[in-house]
């Protein structure tokens, strides 16, 4: 990519005169979307946000999918969204990106190969950046995106990650029973064999998104530009490891992380299943080199590791499946492993698919109970009605649907904290050297399961 000039940022507030004070005016623009994750983030709108969005990409399929589902969200009949997608199509998208200067918000989810450098020429231009996972996919884009923050600090912009997954309830309960010391008591220290913490993820290439069975597009086959999977979905259960085990503590990713073992492996696609996910009638020429003898396409997008953290044991796997049986879906497990007890999220048949936090205790005698009782009660201020049943390994936590929203509108919910990091400008100070820990942990990661094959 050229060589792109600076010009200052489109300064965050504006005056008006109507009102006589400042108001916050916050002007999304969205870059190159190839994923629907860019989309999600416009599923509501936002009383501080400018309805009308500026799209910079090249014209073809990943562009018309974005603007299809944004159409969708304006025509739904249930509290429909009035977005004005204003959009400019060609080759130098880029460029005319930063000559037109259209906002001060970039949203970025789509081709990883290269997001990672649209978001350092994004903050070296000035803008504010608000991007999708995984902002980096290699060793060399952890330095690129080390720049970028260092950039970032320096024009007092912010850059930051759409971590949906803190928003989960329960795992904002297993974060919340996890610092109750009379309930929990200490995390364990584990080992390779037994670590103390377990994230394990399953996810599917042909699923339903907002209704609707969703288009991959081509590429996202291609972990050259997709990102194998040991640094794409991993980047969230890293990012929760960070965020439950060591609460608003900063990670050094020097000193901090080790990474003790890693492995990854394919899933096979066949050619049908391939066009059914993405309506593509051909295979593209940059999967051919991963068809293997049968014919079908080999995606480097299975991975597991083992770390430490903190001297803490932890141990992250995502797999990847074509299709979730029916019924089913994506599913997620977490393990927290304290002296006292252990927090367990499972998301199997038992649960009915849906995610369940369950304690369990070696000693489920009533002096316990009552501890947890306590810690309940404490967590009702809160979360009101949160409540615990009795099961024969423990205890589990019972939450009302009200709580339970749907992972597309948690990006509604990461896009308020983000605007709320603009206006007041008061990102806590342990954010950003986490964010820098969590790509250095996948991408180190991904070099020690290369170096093991």
Not at 316 to 323: A, E, G
């Amino acid at each position: 990519m050229k060589q792109l000039f600076f010009r200052f940022a489109l300064p965050l507030l504006t005056f008006s005169p109507l009102f006589g004070a400042a108001q916050q005016n916050f002007k999304l623009i969205t870059l190159d979307p190839g994923h629907f994750h860019a989309a999600l983030v416009q599923k509501i709108m936002y009383p501080e946000v400018d309805p009308n969005v500026h799209v910079y990409a090249e014209a073809g399929n990943d562009l018309q999918l974005h603007l299809d589902r944004i159409k969708g969200y304006n025509n739904r009949i249930d509290n429909p969204t009035k977005w004005n997608q204003v959009v400019y199509e060609g080759k130098d998208f880029f460029q005319k990106m930063i000559s037109e200067r259209k906002g001060n918000v970039v949203v970025l989810a789509g081709n990883n190969r290269l997001k990672t450098n649209y978001i350092l020429s994004a903050v070296q231009n000035g803008f504010n950046v608000f991007a999708d996972k995984p902002m980096a996919i290699n060793k060399v884009g952890f330095e690129q995106l080390k720049k970028a923050f260092q950039v970032a600090n320096e024009k007092k912009l912010q850059l930051y990650d759409i971590m949906t997954e803190r928003y989960e309830i329960t795992t904002i309960l297993q974060r919340a029973l996890s610092m109750e010391p009379t309930v929990f008591g200490t995390l364990e220290k584990g080992s390779p064999d037994n670590p103390s913490v377990t994230k394990e993820s399953v996810h599917h290439f042909y699923k339903y998104v907002s209704g609707a069975v969703l288009t991959r597009p081509a590429w996202f086959f291609d972990v050259s530009q997709e990102g194998e999977g040991i640094v794409d979905v991993t980047t969230h259960l890293v990012d929760l490891i960070q965020w439950e085990c060591f609460p608003e503590k900063i990670i050094d990713y020097k000193k901090d992380i080790n990474i003790l073992n890693a492995t990854s492996w394919n899933t096979s696609i066949s050619p049908g299943d391939f066009t059914l996910v993405t309506k593509e009638k051909e295979i593209p020429g940059y999967l051919k080199n991963n068809i293997d003898k049968n014919g079908n396409i080999q995606v480097l997008c299975n991975g597991e590791f083992n770390y430490t953290i903190n001297g803490v044991h932890a141990k992250v796997s995502v797999i990847w499946n074509y299709k979730a049986p029916e019924g089913t879906g994506d599913t997620h497990y977490s393990l927290m492993r304290g002296t006292k007890s252990s927090l367990i999220i499972k998301q199997g048949k038992e649960e009915n698919f849906k995610p369940t936090l369950y304690v369990e205790t070696k000693e489920p005698n009533a002096a316990f109970e009552n501890q947890l009782l306590s810690a309940i009660n404490k967590i009702n201020k809160t979360y009101p009605g949160i409540s615990m049943k009795k099961n024969g390994n423990g205890w589990e936590i019972m939450i009302p649907d009200q709580y339970k929203e749907s992972h597309e509108t948690h990006f509604a919910r990461v896009m308020e904290k983000y605007l709320s990091y603009l206006k007041n400008n008061n990102m806590p100070s342990w954010e950003i050297p986490n964010m820098i820990a969590k790509y250095y942990t996948t991408t180190a990661a991904r070099e020690k399961a290369n170096q093991s094959k």
